[in-house]
Nanobody, 126 residues
Framework: QVQLVESGGGLVQAGGSLRLSCVAS????????MGWFRQAPGKEREFVAA????????YVEDSVRGRFTISRDQAKNTVYLQMNSLKPEDTAVYYC???????????????????WGQGTLVTVSS
């Protein structure tokens, strides 16, 4: 079972950037598709971005496409979410998740995911 720890959240002004990191423990990181989700106050958790186990394919949700980029470093057991041009509506707790299926991440099939991080708070001020 993989365990995930996120970092990199914080307070930033609108238009600024942050890079979130998610470090995985365990030797099976490279076999997992990885994703980022977020949950804003009073709202349901929503899918943000996903990357295949190899890093060969990525998908970013429409609302953040062109501003957010997902990537992974297999040697460091880490997946990243680079967030640029941040907006107040990006304010949320951001979670990384691991699962055997890239498609399950895209379809927000959270019951099929194997692990979640504890979340990191991103606050974007106007």
């Amino acid at each position: 079972q993989v365990q995930l720890v996120e970092s990199g959240g914080g307070l930033v002004q609108a238009g600024g950037s942050l890079r979130l990191s998610c470090v995985a423990s365990g030797r099976t990181f490279s076999s997992y598709a990885m994703g980022w989700f977020r949950q804003a106050p009073g709202k349901e958790r929503e899918f943000v971005a996903a990357i295949t186990w190899s890093g060969g394919s990525t998908y970013v949700e429409d609302s953040v496409r062109g501003r957010f980029t997902i990537s992974r470093d297999q040697a460091k057991n880490t997946v990243y979410l680079q967030m640029n041009s941040l907006k107040p509506e990006d304010t949320a707790v951001y979670y990384c998740a691991a699962g055997p299926s890239f498609v399950d991440l895209l379809r927000n099939q959270i019951d099929n995911l194997d692990a979640w991080g504890q979340g990191t708070l991103v606050t974007v001020s106007s």
